[in-house]
């Protein structure tokens, strides 16, 4: 099947499983324990039915989005994706480029393989910034401070990753902290020459955010190293500390707890994003989209409410509206079509996207993203 012929996320799924070793496809379509959870998520999806409605006429600027003072093309963006260099050694360059080329937001990890200033050089955008809690309370000041030298508009502080989650698969394939591979990962890797040419050439994974760590330890192990970078104290008084040290709009990553969304609000933290980390961290929690339909959307204004985890299509963002979020995110999408094709698989499932929903916010009969509500789902 030619590229252009592509029309859904599965399409791109099923040509990265042909380019891509299969510990790496492990890692990207994993998840925690039993991964019910994973699971879970995107059926959350397909329990939500949209309720097509008579009389609205489509306005121009139909899916365009203002959100945090930032004006978008469409109410979705890139999320953040850690070790993406394991796909493609200049992942995070294209995943940037992308985004800036349809005007939709790309949150970069501080786990990042790659310099944040390239990233903005290239792009011509300075991306979100994501943050995780460092065991060394000055390396998040470090982090924090580049965030602000390159003008990043938003920090997003990741709340659900004290430690990592259990990934059964990766530890399966040896893909575990320290990094290890297994004899039979090495001949995965033969069989799969573009992928093993790309990384033989660009050399071992780097995570430049933290070269300060490395420099001044030059024994750090790589096990070490993800200690340092998740294992942070994480508590409401180092969020009041990060809310008056960053300059931009904060958000926080990984609620899933009414209570904790009210007291974020009450101490100025200007949205959440309702999201289990894609499934990746802890196991029998409910689906986000869920929460948000049967609870959140309830309790908090749009405005406040994000989501990721789950979402495929431009349909699953058209219901994360209609339940009550302002935003949303998709993070393996985005890695599928990347490894299956690089940047003219980007292009090609951001103009699936796209498709996707200007055609459904039309059989919807919905006059502009914005005027969505939950009249429109069942």
């Known amino acids: 099947m030619k590229l252009d012929q592509y029309t859904c996320y599965s399409d791109f799924r099923k040509a990265a499983r042909r380019k891509l070793p299969k510990f790496v496809m492990d890692f990207i379509d994993g998840g925690a324990g039993d991964e019910k959870t994973l699971q879970g998520n995107t059926a959350g999806f397909k329990n939500i039915q949209l309720i097509p409605r008579m009389g ?43 985004a800036a080329k349809y005007n939709i937001p790309y949150i970069v990890s501080s786990a990042s393989n790659s310099f944040l200033d390239v990233l903005v050089k290239e792009s011509g955008v300075s991306p979100w910034f994501q943050l995780y809690l460092s065991k060394i309370k000055s390396q998040t000041d470090v982090l924090i401070s580049h965030a602000q030298k390159h003008q990043c508009p938003v920090l997003v502080v990741t709340v659900d990753a004290p430690v990592p989650g259990i990934r059964r698969r990766d530890r399966y394939n040896g893909l575990r902290i320290p990094y290890q591979l297994k004899a039979s990962n090495v001949i995965d890797s033969v069989t799969h020459p573009a992928w093993l040419f790309r990384h033989l050439v660009s050399g071992k994974l780097t995570f430049p955010l933290y070269q300060n760590l490395i420099e001044d330890q030059p024994n750090l192990s790589f096990s070490e190293l993800m200690s340092i970078q998740t294992g942070g104290e994480l ?10 040290k960053w300059q931009g709009k904060l958000i926080l990553k990984g609620v899933m707890s009414v209570s904790d969304a009210h007291t974020a609000k009450k101490m100025g933290v200007d949205a959440i994003i309702i999201s289990n980390h894609g499934g990746r961290q802890l196991d029998s929690v409910p689906a986000p989209i869920t929460l948000l339909n049967q609870v959140f959307s309830k309790e908090f204004d749009r405005e406040f409410l994000m989501l990721d985890s789950g979402l495929r299509s431009g349909e699953d963002i058209i219901k994360t509206i209609s339940c009550g979020a302002c935003f949303t995110f998709l993070g393996r999408p985005f890695l599928y079509a990347l490894a299956a094709y690089g940047e003219r698989g980007l292009a090609q499932l951001q103009e699936m996207i796209f ?19 939950d009249e429109y789902v069942f």
């Open 56 to 98: 609205s006429q489509t306005r121009p600027g139909l899916l365009n989005t203002d959100i945090l003072g930032l004006s978008y093309a469409a109410p979705y963006g890139v999320a953040s994706l850690g070790l993406c260099g394991l796909v493609h050694p200049k992942a995070e360059m294209m995943l940037a480029k992308s």
């Open 235 to 244: 508590n409401w008084a180092v969020i009041d500390e990060i809310r008056d």
């Open 355 to 373: 498709e996707q929903l200007s055609v459904n916010m039309r059989l919807l009969g919905a006059s502009a993203i914005d005027a969505l509500n």
